[in-house]
């Protein structure tokens, strides 16, 4: 896990609150958005879908806890404003984000601090109910949620959600901020974070992160420790796996670790 740090150091000044972002404009993820990139290049548009198939469960994420925190009447879509870290310590093989723009090459990012983020949103004719920390993976400098918070506080958005992904990873969530920045962080209203399960035992977790097994545990481990803390945590579970050997004992086997979390936590999973 230390050698994620080496990661963590590419993409955050805490002297100076900023965050190394990804550039979408003209890049090959663009090719595949609905809208072009947005916030000078640096941003861009995401519709979440609570129904993605008509074979598929619908998926409330994280459009549910937005509209909640918004007092919004009942929706199947919203859309959000995106912003993406330009580093990521997985190598999921069914990314979305090209590797250029997950690697903090300087010439597809550039640092901005939250308060420029919030400038570059405010200037959109387009304005999102939502702002999504996505990447990458936001979970390496977990200062921007805090950077977030306050700037969108400072200038009492009050009809924006913030939401971040989490890939349960690292603990540099407890590990690194402050003690003040977590009680900001539980004492904040309208913010949702999702814990992405990269598979549902060692095999199906390593083949889908490229990471080693010993991780696939630590993923409970530190998804219970934000439960506890008080976070409104969802969770993803990836369930492409390399073999379909003993996969009803292998999901089932998966279900009991949740809910040793708690009983109803498998309630606020959601497969993809």
């Not at 900001?184 to 814990?195: A, D, L, M, R, S």
């Not at 003993?246 to 089932?252: E, L, T």
Request: glycine share 4%; aromatic share 14%; net charge negative.
């Amino acid at each position: 896990m230390n050698s994620f740090k080496n990661f963590r150091n590419l993409v955050i000044k805490p002297e100076e609150q900023k965050i190394l972002l990804s550039k979408i404009e003209d890049s090959e993820q663009e090719q595949d958005m609905t809208l072009p990139a947005n916030c000078n290049g640096f941003g861009r548009i995401r519709h979440f879908n609570k129904f993605v198939a008509d074979d598929w469960i619908p998926d409330p994420l994280p459009i549910e806890p937005a509209l909640k925190y918004l007092s919004l009447d009942s929706a199947d879509k919203l859309i959000a404003q995106v912003f993406q870290i330009a580093i990521c310590n997985l190598k999921c093989w069914y990314c979305f984000v090209p590797e250029i723009l997950r690697c903090a090459n300087k010439a597809t990012s550039r640092w901005f601090s939250a308060d420029d983020m919030l400038d570059l949103y405010e200037n959109e004719k387009l304005k999102a109910p939502m702002i999504d920390l996505s990447g990458g993976n936001p979970e390496l400098a977990p200062e921007w949620i805090v950077y977030m918070m306050k700037a969108i506080k400072k200038r009492n958005l009050k009809n924006v959600f913030l939401w971040s992904d989490n890939s349960l990873t690292t603990d540099f969530f407890f590990s690194l901020l402050s003690k003040s920045d977590l009680n900001f962080i539980k004492e904040y209203k309208g913010y949702g974070q999702v814990g992405c399960f990269k598979g549902f035992d060692e095999e199906s977790f390593s083949f889908n992160s490229g990471l080693a097994n010993e991780y696939f545990d630590f993923q409970f481990e530190h998804f219970k420790k934000f439960i506890d803390f008080g976070i409104d945590m969802y969770g993803y579970v990836t369930l492409t796996t390399p073999t379909l050997d003993k996969i009803d004992s292998k999901i089932s086997k998966f279900m009991d670790k949740l809910q040793k979390i708690h009983p109803l936590i498998p309630l606020r999973t959601y497969p993809q």
